[in-house]
Each structure stands twice: as C-alpha cells, then as structure tokens.
C-alpha cells in the first residue's frame, strides 16, 4: 500500500495563504486520481479537492475559488495552494488517493490553523 507524506501546515490570520505539500512512495502515482482531505476536531473527515491522472480537477464548494490543487507527476507530489484562509478551514490536512476510505492506509497529515 502507498505511503504518503504530508507537509507544510502552519498557523496564519485569516486571508492568508498556505501550500501544501504531499510525496507519495507509491509506485504508478501518475495513473491514480489523488486528492487532499480533512478532518476538524470533532467532526468526520471530508474531501476537500481532488485531480485525476490526467490533471481535471474538482473541488468541494467551501473551497473553490481559494484553493488550487496541482499534481506533479515526475516527482510523484501533490499540492494543495491554499489562499483567502478562513476560521473554518482550520483542521488536519491529509493526501490520499480519491477515493479513499477509513480502512485505508493515512499518513500523519498536517496541521493547519487559521485563527487571529
């Protein structure tokens, strides 16, 4: 099963900007939809934007608009530009393949807080 490794969390005031990153060790990355979620305390983990193989790109409606996500292949990493931060997106941030379910295999995630 894959390995995924995410980065570059932090805090920051709302409006600010965050990019996350996401290596994955997983052999053929190129051929699999991938996509980053997260999971406020207390609450289930959800699907915040996804991209498949070939770079089309979906997102959930809280986020468009301020987040981009983009893959790059070659060096199997996923990314997340997150813009416009809000209160709301406070949460851990992880990547996995879409779609991905409890049973799967999650790495650590990163933390983001947006608060003033």
């Known amino acids: 099963q894959g390995q995924f490794v995410e980065s570059g969390g932090g805090s920051v005031q709302p409006g600010g900007s965050l990019r996350l990153s996401c290596v994955s060790s997983k052999p053929t990355f190129s051929l699999y939809a991938m996509a980053w979620y997260r999971q406020a305390p207390g609450k289930q983990r959800e699907l915040v934007a996804a991209?498949?193989?070939?770079?089309?790109?979906d997102y959930d409606d809280s986020v468009k608009g301020r987040f981009t996500i983009t893959r790059d292949n070659s060096n199997s990493t996923l990314h997340l530009q997150m813009n416009s931060l809000k209160p709301e997106d406070t949460a851990v941030y992880f990547c996995?393949?879409?779609?991905?379910?409890?049973?799967?295999?999650w790495g650590q995630g990163t933390q983001v807080t947006v608060s003033s």
């Open positions: 996995n393949e879409y779609p991905a379910y409890s049973y799967d295999y």
């Open positions: 991209i498949g193989g070939g770079g089309t790109t």
